[in-house]
């Protein structure tokens, strides 16, 4: 197996500064040290940044560019352990994906495959104008999956206590197919290697889209939890599931049973709302289902101001999220996800990375020196968000709210303690989900097709806006 090799930042270089000297100026002034009794490893790898989805696609993989400039920029990687991550493996992909699937995945080039010639005979793996065909597809989907591959190695071996891949958290991949700017299921193939040493995993997502990937993978088992919180609106916000209801399998008899947790929520929540709702679940759902590790996916498209999004969080609630998962001292593993404004994608990834080291005051004025800083306009780590360009009504009621705190404990209720399994079983799920779980599942994406009308003007009024050049929440970002 490949060694994984230490992260060496490229080089910044900068006219009449001393980088190094302001760095280590900067982590004096924010008390930037590595953490006292356990140890975070920051796992990336600078060729996922330079892929390229299109110039009309709302995916910009140059957002980790900007983030990992800004993390290096304060100082943050003298506080943690950084590694170069490696590809993932043909095997790897397999833990999860079916051979087929991924065949096609090392096959298909542009010179191959066309806009055209998907029109003419649409891919049986749902390429096309959500999840295109670019040059290096095959070895972005390594990359980013082998991150998060490497960082659930390094906390089963206990070697850190947090582990971070923000290039990771594409939770929309299917088994079989591409979904939502999605190939490869980085947060199912890295729980899975989770399950080889921990008996419980609580999977959080808190992307404004539903995790309906990760959800799938794991329907049928009592080893894994999911909570995700979510956009809800089955006709006209993608993928158009994750309703309050959708608790695991109807049959009782069936492990995965009252082990999904799902939030829907309306346009406009903010950051109080928000953070209560977080707390008011993921609390409940730890004491009661006891996991032994998290994986907490860090999705930055529910801020304000996103290109996608449509709610009304600020950096600091988001990252509150952050904080309090990470309360709960368990192996934890932050992975990223959405987030259509590049810029603030990075502000975000970059203050929950300084939370994650315990860095809890730093300093909200970027450092003089960091790489790119005169285009994030005022300069600051927290613009409000909130209050930018077009501000969404909040839809989201008290008393709506408390409804879904009662649901989820009502589902938490038939949860009867953590499950006792023996270490060598890994859920049926990962190695080929139950026949009858898979016709459920086909039922209800085609139930959820039926209702956003896939075929018809509600899926292309959704499909032109997400490929329209962006509104001044993508140019500018105060």
């Known amino acids: 197996m490949p060694r994984i090799r230490e992260y060496h930042p490229r080089a910044v270089t900068t006219a009449g500064l001393d980088i190094p000297t302001a760095i280590t100026a900067t982590k004096l002034v924010n008390n930037i040290e590595r953490p006292k009794g356990y140890t975070v490893s920051y796992h990336a790898n600078p060729e996922v940044e330079d892929h390229h989805f299109g110039a009309n696609h709302p995916m910009k993989p140059w957002r980790l560019t900007l983030t990992n400039k800004l993390i290096m920029s304060y100082g943050m990687h003298d506080a943690m352990d950084m590694y170069l991550s490696r590809a993932a493996t043909e095997q790897e992909l397999k833990a999860f994906h079916t ?32 999840c295109p065909i670019f040059d290096g597809l095959y070895r972005y989907c390594t990359l980013y999956s082998g991150g998060s591959l490497d960082a659930a190695r390094k906390l089963t071996s206990s070697q850190s206590q947090i582990a971070i891949n923000w290039s990771g958290g594409l939770h929309h991949a299917k088994k079989n197919e591409a979904s939502g700017f999605c190939y490869i299921n980085d947060i199912v193939l890295a729980i ?60 009782h008899a069936n492990p995965g049973s009252h082990h999904t947790l799902n939030i829907p929520l309306h346009t406009g929540i903010e950051d109080d709302q928000y953070v209560k709702l977080f707390q008011d679940v993921v609390g409940p759902a730890v004491d009661i289902y006891r996991p032994t590790a998290i994986v907490l996916q860090c999705g930055a498209d529910s801020l304000g101001g996103d290109r996608l999004g449509c709610f009304n969080l600020n950096i600091r609630a988001h990252g509150a999220c952050v904080r309090y998962t990470k309360s709960f001292n368990l192996p934890l593993l932050l992975v990223g996800g959405g987030g259509y404004t590049p810029r603030n994608v990075a502000r975000l990834w970059a203050y929950e990375t300084a939370l994650a080291i315990g860095a809890e005051d730093i300093d909200s004025q970027l450092p003089m020196h960091t790489p790119f800083r005169e285009h994030f306009r005022d300069g600051t780590l927290f613009p409000p968000l909130s209050e930018m360009g077009n501000k969404f009504s909040n839809m989201n009621d008290r008393k709506y ?58 899926e292309g009024r959704r499909r032109r806006k997400e490929a329209g050049g962006g509104g001044r929440g993508e140019m500018w970002v105060d």
Not at 109 to 117: A, C, I, K, L, M
Not at 406 to 415: D, I, P, Q, S
């Open 401 to 458: 709210l408390e409804g879904l705190v009662m649901g989820a404990r009502e589902t938490l209720r038939y949860v009867k303690g953590a499950p006792s399994v023996a270490m060598r079983w890994i859920p049926p799920d990962v190695g080929g989900v139950r026949e009858e779980v898979e016709r459920e599942i086909g039922r209800r994406r085609r139930e959820g097709e039926e209702r956003r009308g896939v075929d018809g003007e509600t």
């Open 192 to 251: 899975t290697q989770l399950l080889h040493h921990h008996p419980r995993v609580l999977y959080i997502d808190i992307d404004v889209h539903h995790g309906d990937g990760v959800e799938q993978a794991f329907w049928s088992t009592d080893r894994v939890m999911t909570v995700s919180f979510h956009k809800y609106d089955p006709k006209e916000f993608f993928p158009g599931t994750g309703a309050l209801e959708d608790t695991g399998p109807k049959t």
């Open 99 to 130: 051979d087929k699937y991924v065949k096609e995945l090392q096959q298909v080039n542009p010179f191959n495959t066309t806009p055209s010639t998907l029109l003419e005979a649409p891919s049986e793996h749902n390429f096309g104008d959500d």
